[in-house]
């Protein structure tokens, strides 16, 4: 395996990756992605492609070291509450125990999260028997703030099945989501319990406004959310940044308070090759670093990601430079 460690080129090129959460834990890069199955199967808008199985944690001493695959950490046929689809997931460290978060259809074929535990952050990942109480949809991401809170962000539209949930339960004939000129869905958020396993109480919907305060709406595909929540601390401030999916932009709204409401900044990054963008964002050393996919390994074949990954820079006053990932 040649290990690839330079910027916007695929980390690693012998297995397909996508969705990467990128973590710093014992000194180390861990990049925990989806990782896709090379089938030749067609796609849909319901994402039936992402037939994924397993997971591999990838690491990284520094960024100029290889890169290393753990090999399985975690697959499908030991989770004993989830039919298919292993899709993005998250990790994270607390009470010394590493915590892998998962989504993936239960057995009447709805999106939920999952945990599993580990000693070490490579893994192997032992899931809990049964899926997080009250969790829905997909693209979980973790963050525990400096007071040890940790908190749960998802969701998704489309094949995340968000627009299924309007009502608070599950409406499998639910298919459209609010009005053009209505507020978009927006994320959800759950402030997990001490031990990580659960939800402390019902998630809620986080709200992201403009600069005059007014909800993003529905119909604002340049700037409402979609799917691929990622949230950070830069300066005091909450970054959450996520997908535009139909727009296929990375964007991005900060708050003082980590539930929100969030005020739209900007764009992050410009499409990339292939439908879907997905990212996560870690300070290395004295760094920040964006790790996102693009279909290039493939030659644009939606479902045949490569995870990589670009420095990303702040201005004075805070916001986030844009990046074109193929700048000459
Ligand atoms: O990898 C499957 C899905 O594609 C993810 O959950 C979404 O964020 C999109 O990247």
């Known amino acids: 395996m040649k290990p690839y460690t330079k910027p916007n080129q695929p980390l690693v090129n012998h297995i397909f990756t996508a969705d990467p959460s990128a973590h710093v834990f014992e000194g180390k890069i861990y990049i925990y992605p989806s990782h896709d199955l090379d089938h030749d199967g067609p796609d849909n808008d319901n994402g039936d492609q992402y037939a994924m199985e397993d997971y591999h944690v990838l690491s990284m001493e520094n960024f100029d070291s290889p890169v290393v695959d753990h090999g399985e950490a975690l697959h499908l046929r030991d989770i004993p509450w989830a039919s298919s689809q292993l899709w993005a997931p998250d990790a994270a460290y607390k009470n010394n125990v590493y915590y892998l978060f998962f989504p993936a259809r239960d057995q009447d074929g709805i999106f939920r999260i999952g945990v599993a535990t580990a000693s070490s952050p490579a893994g192997p990942f032992k899931p809990e028997p049964n ?146 963008t997905h990212h996560s964002i870690v300070q290395f050393e004295d760094k ?29 006053d805070g916001t986030i430079q844009t990046i074109d990932p193929y700048a000459e």
């Open 131 to 276: 899926y997080i109480k009250d969790s829905y949809s997909i693209d979980p991401a973790v963050f525990v703030d400096e007071d040890d809170q940790a908190y749960m962000y998802f969701g998704g539209l489309w094949g995340g099945q968000l627009e299924k949930w309007q009502t608070g339960s599950f409406d499998s004939s639910q298919t459209e989501g609010p009005a053009a000129d209505k507020p978009a869905l927006g994320p959800l958020v759950a402030l997990l319990s001490e031990d990580m396993l659960s939800f402390k109480d019902k998630p809620f919907e986080i709200s992201i406004v403009d600069e005059e305060g007014n909800p993003i709406l529905a119909g604002d595909e340049e700037r409402r959310y979609f799917e691929g929540p990622w949230v950070h601390k830069y300066n005091g401030y909450y970054y959450l940044s996520y997908s535009t999916g139909t727009t296929h932009k990375l964007v991005y709204g900060i708050s003082k308070n980590p539930q929100g409401p969030y005020t739209f900044k900007g764009t992050i990054l410009t499409p990339v090759i292939g439908w879907t």
């Open 288 to 316: 920040w670093y964006l790790f996102y996919h693009d279909c290039s390994l493939s030659d644009g074949v939606n479902h045949k990601r490569c995870v990589k990954y670009t420095e990303l820079k702040y201005n004075a």
